[in-house]
């Protein structure tokens, strides 16, 4: 199992994204409020890597992809 840590608009972390997350078998927390502010949190994900990629490169809920190359080379 792996894990990334992202960085994630509090208000965008509703039910859908959750739904979203668990439906794709990655486990999520909030681990509190991002060095970036301004209402950004750190999310945790955990799962496989094929259900990790599969969520940060979706454009509707995930990350579209943005942050692959920072992590990818780490997992």
């Known amino acids: 199992m792996k ?3 992202l960085p994630i608009q509090i208000w965008d972390y509703d039910n859908e ?3 979203f997350l668990e439906k794709n078998n990655i ?3 909030i681990l509190g409020e991002s060095s970036l502010g301004g ?3 750190t999310i945790e994900l955990k799962g496989i890597l094929e ?4 969520v940060i490169d979706d454009g509707d809920y995930g990350w579209d ?3 692959e190359e920072e992590w990818i080379k780490d997992c």
Do not use: A, H
């Open 17 to 19: 994204i959750k739904d």
């Open 39 to 41: 209402g950004n949190y």
């Open 65 to 67: 992809g943005d942050y």
């Open 51 to 54: 259900d990790l990629k599969k």
């Open 3 to 5: 894990k990334i840590e």
């Open 27 to 29: 486990k999520n927390k």
